[in-house]
């Protein structure tokens, strides 16, 4: 009934569209000629727009209440064709690419390798300590290719990478990539027992650790042989420390190396494996996420096209490279397209505009924390003094777009949607303010796979609409609904999954709209306007983001409970006035005593910054379901608030003592006036 409906509906509009171009074209031909409208003036005759009189003189047409009505909804049809045609020609494009790329039997190497040939001397990759070429990048990874060719390592192995960003960061994995060896690149904050998980998860046969990193890596260093671990610096003049063993440093045993390509390497193509992305997903520990080499090749393409990104861009990177919007999307933009990279250590808000202006840089990649400490600073002539063009990225707020666009004088945002292993990414290429994609109404009635939308309950986390045949109908516009991507062999849609399959397993949903099809859970909720833009409302599901990173509930109560003798805790996102995503809170079972203001200090030696709670909350008893699950439901409506939250104890992390106080109601004033901020 619901697809008769749109049908009838989208054909009653076609109908239109063609009876309203014979009555305008019957009663003013120029109208459609010279692009105006009834009641315009008209460009050829510099009149108001009408028929002629037999004297020769204008005659006004009179427009009617109904034609005025009927001419609205014909321009919008104007535009909405206007936006799927631009979409239509990005998507051929991306097709037409990858035909080559799966006739010449290519890799991101060897892509890469033509962009040398091409510009050997143009810089690649640009750092406060180091600057390579795309001679020399393609040089360093050789040495690298050609130093692991000689240990114990072979084509399928797993190798974890443990670094800060820089120009060498991607020299290691891309010259492990020549040798077919998969790189997974760490997250560089972990620590502890969600570090050593990290590494299990890909079976990684051997470890190569930045030395800016020891103190992290000391705290499992002993659960890994010495033999499987190597070092290195991005500061190639940097001094061995004094724990490490001579055959393990790698920095000058890369420089020895040849700068040759390997002979005979492996023979690739885009099926292979690249390397691994870790995401939090909605529940557990951290999954590796599998990056073939075509979906390397298609999230770069996509940000290339959509972002309208070119060759001589000078592109800012302030993100980590184990990043996918920084190791994937961005860097992908020089090894595939040819672009300079700008690579940041760590982002530094008073520092930003310095490095925009002395590297030249013309476009950046942002997460929407990074566009509110922007905001937040002072203002200084440098924020307009600047050659950036366009923002590309994830997570601007909607309330702070047109403020960033003002303040830094930068043109075009292009807000994008997508996950590391999902399949379902968009982008808002049409610059609508606070949308992150656009799905053309039209889709709803073309037999193609395209992303879809299903209403959902969030509580349950059930998908709502079945018919009386047990398939889903898809949102209507306005109604919110869980962001759906349709599983296929193309590499736009493919779903590579985990390495734990049986993960990626209980993700897909099969039979949605029609017996026999797959679908990819996104568990985002987002909602789609009347013109088909697409807005992210919610992420559904026991994760939250905050400070740009994806944090799981699941992973930090495992951790905590170890901590706290395995006492009864539960771990929830609570939002906070005027910051991105949800702060981490904190509720144990049992009293507050008089060491609860240490308890930072165990949090910070086993979890990243972004994961240590902002908030606790100490009660006697817990919500326990019928099997024995805690509940967070009521404890995410009351939040933080003294007022609602009488009976327990409430606690806030002060930043600079490193510890937690008491929440009074002065200090939940200060917060929510946005006089105290984390």
């Known amino acids: 009934m619901v697809y008769a409906t749109r ?48 004297s020769g003189t204008p005659r006004q047409n009179k427009l009617r209440k109904s034609d005025s009505s009927i001419w609205e909804k014909f321009l919008g049809i104007g535009q909405l064709a206007a936006r799927d045609i631009k979409m239509t020609k990005i998507f051929l494009t991306l097709h037409s690419s990858f035909l080559r790329y799966r006739l010449g039997h290519d890799t991101v190497a060897s892509v890469f390798q033509r962009n040398v040939r091409r510009q050997p001397d143009k810089v690649a990759l640009n750092s406060e300590g180091s600057q390579l070429t795309f001679r020399q990048l393609e040089e360093y990874s050789n040495r ?15 190798v974890a990478l443990f670094g800060t960003s820089s120009p060498e960061y991607v020299g290691i994995w891309l010259g492990l990539s020549k040798l077919q060896l998969r790189t997974a690149l760490l997250n560089s904050n972990l620590m502890g027992s969600s570090l050593t998980h990290s590494i299990s998860a890909v079976d990684a046969s051997a470890l190569i650790v930045d030395t800016d990193l020891l103190d992290q890596f000391a705290s499992i260093r002993s659960t890994f042989p010495a033999t499987n671990v190597y070092y290195y610096n991005s500061n190639p003049i940097a001094n061995k420390p004094a724990d490490v063993p001579e055959d393990r440093w790698l920095n000058p045993l890369i420089q020895k190396a040849s700068h040759v390509a390997p002979e005979n390497p492996p023979k690739g193509n885009l099926s292979d494996v690249l390397m691994y992305i870790y995401t939090s ?22 940000v290339n096209l959509c972002g309208g990104l070119r060759r001589d861009d000078v592109i800012y990177c302030p993100l980590p490279l184990y990043h996918t919007s920084a190791g994937i ?30 590297y030249k840089c013309t476009s950046v990649t942002y997460i929407g924390e990074i566009c509110r ?18 923002a590309y990225g994830q997570g601007l707020r909607p309330a702070l777009w047109e403020e960033f666009k003002r303040r ?39 037999p193609v796979p395209a992303p879809i939308i299903v209403p959902i309950d969030k509580e349950t986390g059930m998908l709502q609409g079945k018919n009386e045949n047990g398939l889903y109908r898809r949102a209507l516009s306005g109604e919110e609904g869980e962001l759906l991507g349709p599983v296929t062999t193309d590499p736009l849609r493919q779903f590579d999954g985990y390495t734990d399959r049986k993960a990626g397993t209980s993700k897909i949903l099969y039979d949605v709209l029609r017996k026999g099809d797959k679908y990819f859970r996104t568990g985002d909720i987002l909602v789609r306007d009347d013109e088909g833009f697409v807005f992210f409302v919610d992420r559904f599901g026991d994760s939250f983001r905050w400070k740009g990173e994806n944090v799981s509930t699941t992973e930090v109560e495992g ?38 203001g240490k ?9 990243p910054s972004y994961a240590i709670p902002v908030f606790l909350r100490f009660s006697k008893e817990l919500d326990l379901t019928g099997t024995f699950k805690i509940s967070k439901a009521r404890l995410k409506a009351e939040g933080f608030s003294p007022e609602v939250v009488k009976q327990d104890k409430l606690y806030y992390l002060d930043a600079q003592s490193k510890s937690y106080k008491l929440l009074s109601r002065d200090v939940f004033n200060a917060i929510t006036k946005n006089q105290l901020r984390f």
Not at 281 to 299: D, E, V
Request: hydrophobic residues 40%; positive net charge; glycine residues 10%.
């Open 408 to 446: 830094f004088q930068i043109g075009d945002i292009r807000e994008m949607y997508g996950s590391t292993e999902g399949n379902a990414g968009m982008a808002n290429v049409h610059g609508k303010t606070g949308a992150v994609g656009y799905l053309s109404p039209f889709l709803d009635l073309l």
């Open 373 to 390: 400490y922007l905001l937040a600073q002072p203002p200084s002539p440098l924020e307009q003094q600047h050659q950036l063009r366009m």
């Open 144 to 158: 690298v290719a050609n130093l692991f060719r000689q240990t114990s390592l072979r084509s399928g192995d797993s």
């Open 599 to 607: 308890l930072y200090e165990k949090f910070a030696g086993q979890l």
């Open 7 to 54: 049908r009838r509906l989208l054909q009653q509009t076609l109908d239109l569209r063609f009876s309203i171009g014979r009555r305008i074209t019957r009663s003013n031909p120029t109208v459609l000629l010279c692009g105006g409208s009834p009641g315009t003036r008209s460009m050829a005759s510099g009149t108001i727009a009408g028929t002629q009189t037999q």
């Open 329 to 358: 999307t961005t860097i992908g933009q020089m090894l595939i397209y040819g672009s300079t990279v700008v690579v940041k250590k760590k982002f530094s808000a008073t520092t930003f505009w310095d490095d925009v202006i002395r």
């Open 281 to 302: 997903g909605t529940t557990g520990l951290p999954k590796a996420s599998i990056i073939t080499q075509s979906r390397f090749m298609a999230f770069s393409s996509i």
């Open 559 to 596: 951790v905590i409970t170890k901590l706290l003798d395995y006492a009864d805790v539960v771990v929830y996102g609570v939002e906070v006035p005027d910051h991105d995503g949800k702060a981490g809170m904190l509720c144990i079972a049992g009293d507050a005593d008089e060491h609860v």
